[in-house]
Structures are given as structure tokens and as C-alpha cells.
T-cell receptor
């Protein structure tokens, strides 16, 4: 149980284009999803928190107009990197927190990540 | 603001030897502490977590961790490592509000297993 998927696992896009990454909770409902960014050989940095049906909360220094997050349902959140540039190349990881009362509410379940390369 | 320090960037251990990975945290209230493992090409897997109660926590794959409030530490241990334990290990802290916030991760410790 508690599986989170991400699609695509790898994506290469040209500079200036936009790319969408999906994060799905497969066997549980996630009221809250988190998006992290991981640079090579570095830690995960929280980018934003999204709650189903409301606007995402972005961490300081993260451009909300560049990283658009939509959490339209209890099982799906999307991250769209708009007008991507080479410096946006990174490993993007999502996690999902189970809805309260569903067990493991304090635990985040992580997706396998998406490798974005902007050329 | 909360923070996590993993002082060791790399650790090399012989197969069968014991392991201890260090983690120190900074947080003003009761922390929720986690250890995750990340293998190449795979997502983060939770090894164990501490919320309250017994300060010695047992996890999966034979790992355990001990919460020491006086030292602000949550070190991960394993009595005998296997070659398959080679991976990146992350310590993380969450807010005492119960997981409503994202986690703050340490920089990770890369574990190398020598035959």
C-alpha cells in the first residue's frame, strides 16, 4: 500500500518550453502533496505544499509563476515548469500525505522522482 | 526554522561490520524525525520514524535509531551491514504539528560497502 507514482520518470525539453510532471497517489487519498527538488548529490529542498482544492503554498525563493502547482483531486497533483531554462534541470520528487484518519497520517510517501533536463 | 545536519558526507564500511550514521537536528518544539534511504533510480524509502514514546526506534531492514533529546540527535544504526545497504541516507525532521508541513532534510550520507 501507500504507493506514489510520478510521470514521466525522465523528460528532456528545450529551453523556453513548458513541461508538466504528474504525481499520483495510487491506493490512498492525499489531502496534501509536497514537491521537492534535488540537485545532484545534494539534499531535497521543499518547493511547495499543495492541498487539494486550494492554492499551493510556496517556500521562500521559489517562483510560483514558474512552478505552477495544481492539486485538482485527492489523488493527483501536477507541477508545471513554465518557460524552462537549463538551470531548472533537476530531479523533482513529490510526496503525498494520507488524509487524516486513514492511518500513517504523519508520514509522507514519496514518488520515484522525475529527472528534468532542459537543453 | 528547523534544520538537519548530517556531518558525514561519505562513510565506508566493510560488509558485516556495524554502522552508525549521525544526524543532528535543530527544532524548537517536539520534532518528528525520519530516516530515509534512496537507492539509484528509486524513490525515497522510509526506514523508520520517531514521533514519541520509546526513544529507541526499530525500522525495516534491521535498522534502528535512537532519539536523544539532550544531544538533539537521531543517529541511525545497524549491527551488521550488507552490500545491498549501499545507498544514500537522509535524515529529516518534520514540524510537531503532525506532518502538515513538508520535511526538512539533511544533506545525506553516502554509504559505501567494502567487500
Amino acid at each position: 500500500g501507500a504507493v506514489v507514482s510520478q510521470h514521466p520518470s525522465r523528460v528532456i525539453c528545450k529551453s523556453g518550453t513548458s513541461v508538466k510532471i504528474e504525481c499520483r497517489s495510487l491506493d490512498f487519498q492525499a489531502t496534501t502533496m509536497f514537491w521537492y527538488r534535488q540537485f545532484p548529490k545534494q539534499s531535497l529542498m521543499l518547493m511547495a505544499t499543495s492541498n487539494e482544492g486550494s492554492k499551493a503554498t510556496y517556500e521562500q525563493g521559489v517562483e510560483k509563476d514558474k512552478f505552477l502547482i495544481n492539486h485538482a483531486s485527492l489523488t493527483l497533483s501536477t507541477l508545471t515548469v513554465t518557460s524552462a531554462h537549463p538551470e531548472d534541470s533537476s530531479f523533482y520528487i513529490c510526496s503525498a500525505r494520507a488524509a487524516p484518519g486513514s492511518g500513517g497520517a504523519y508520514e509522507q510517501y514519496f514518488g520515484p522522482g522525475t529527472r528534468l533536463t532542459v537543453t | 526554522a528547523q534544520s538537519v545536519t548530517q556531518p558525514d558526507i561519505h562513510i565506508t564500511v566493510s560488509e558485516g561490520a556495524s554502522l552508525e550514521l549521525r544526524c543532528n537536528y535543530s527544532y524548537g518544539a517536539t520534532p518528528y524525525l525520519f530516516w530515509y534511504v534512496q537507492s539509484p533510480g528509486q524513490g525515497l524509502q522510509l526506514l523508520l520514524k520517531y514521533f514519541s514514546g520509546d526513544t529507541l526506534v526499530q525500522g525495516i531492514k534491521g535498522f534502528e535509531a535512537e532519539f536523544k533529546r539532550s544531544q538533539s540527535s537521531f543517529n541511525l544504526r545497524k549491527p551488521s551491514v550488507h552490500w545491498s545497504d549501499a545507498a544514500e541516507y537522509f535524515c529529516a525532521v518534520g514540524a510537531a504539528r503532525g506532518g502538515a508541513d513538508g520535511l526538512t532534510f539533511g544533506k545525506g550520507t553516502h554509504l559505501i560497502i567494502q567487500p
